[in-house]
């Protein structure tokens, strides 16, 4: 029998890394092992492990924290007591034949380096983003496409031929897409189940993700999985990225236009690990836009307009307040859109709960209509606020409509103390505009 040491890489899942191991448990492969390796965890991810309670699971927490996957996956290798290595995202999910499918290839090609199964991306739920990756026959594939970790197997001897998974700031790919190219580019083999076994829910796609942790989607997924017509849903599912377009079709970028490390930034300011300098709010702050990473949720500014971020595949974008409070808020948005009526609602929660929302009359903008939504809220007072939208339809992308522009967001305190700074604010703003122009 082919065994596994199935390595899962986290840090600061908490309960949220459960769904996760619950599918590895349920694995008709029984062959395996799973080796959970935490990125310097301190909070209780080690005790929600040890409650499960299988004598499959061991646990180790990296002394220090190293911020990749790369630390974490070689000292699972360094641990593994199986000759092969599979690797699950601690907030994907696998189906019950994963490692089955994986185990055949092997067993029909002992030389075979690395099985790969099939991989869908899912996007944020109602985004209808979709991306399949790993089901192939073509040599050439493995130096063209990418697979998802949670996707592949290989032979423990791989990093003895090719070398560790390495840190970050060493490389100009992303550390997976790195591990794999060495590996198609040294000779290794690769061969496909030709069947999707694997479902990614990249918290790279998902932005500020592990600043809210949530397994929602891996809850309901492994509920899928439990309920009939699961292989009608994947074949739906299939079917669908190859009319968008977005069946294998996750390929590599033209990396060495990068510098070193520059993925890993970006990657982490898409999923909240870097974030800006939290700061108490004293005065009327306005956050312009620019051009960091938002994941799914807002499309980088356009040419004609920099000064406006719209709004990306995901229904529920969020925005990121880097400001404390005591007390309540004043929060404007200024919105753009090219229909005045997608103008006149916005839903908005503020760190997951509703706020009442007011939004002026829209005004032409250039060729846009623009508005102004206003909301009282309080912040978070020791950390991250976070808003989020709750798009209708019109105000998404679709077709030919950019959906919902956002362009300054304006912040200012309220009571006794915010009304004085919001006087004072509103009395230096043309001097602050004139010393501009200067």
Partial sequence: MTRFTVVMATYNRGR??????????????????????????????ADVVAAIGSPKIRWHNLAERCGSQSFPNNAGIAMAGCDHI???????????????????????????????????????????FRQVTGIFD?????????????????RRDVTDRIGPWLPPHEVRAPVDSDFLLRAAHAGMRFASTGRVTAHKFAAGHRYLSYLRHASDEQEAMLARMAAPGYETFLAAEVAAARAAGTFMAVRYSAFENLEKGEMARRNAGNKGIALPVLRPLERRETIRQDDGPRALDWRLPMSDDPTVRWVGSNPRPKVLIPFTAAGSVRIKLQLVHSDRHALRTL??????????????????????????ASLVARLDPSGYTVLQLELGRSQRPLGGNRGLGMADIVIQPLGAAGRLATALGSFLDPFRSRQGDD
């Fill in 16 to 45: 949220h890394i459960l769904p996760s191991i619950r599918s590895v448990l349920a694995q008709t492969h029984d062959g395996f092992e799973l080796v959970v390796v935490g990125d310097c965890c301190d909070d209780e991810t």
């Fill in 347 to 372: 839903a908005v929660t503020v760190n997951g709960g509703p706020a009442g929302v007011r939004l002026s009359n829209p005004e032409p903008r250039g060729t846009f209509f623009g508005a102004t």
């Fill in 86 to 128: 599979a690797y699950l995202g601690h907030d994907d999910i696998w189906a019950p034949g994963h490692l089955a499918a994986l185990a055949a290839l092997f067993e029909r090609d002992p030389t075979l380096d690395f099985a790969v199964g099939g991989a869908i991306f899912h996007g944020a739920p109602g985004s209808d």
């Fill in 138 to 154: 073509d040599d050439r594939v493995p130096f063209e496409h990418f697979f998802p970790p949670s996707s592949f197997a290989h």
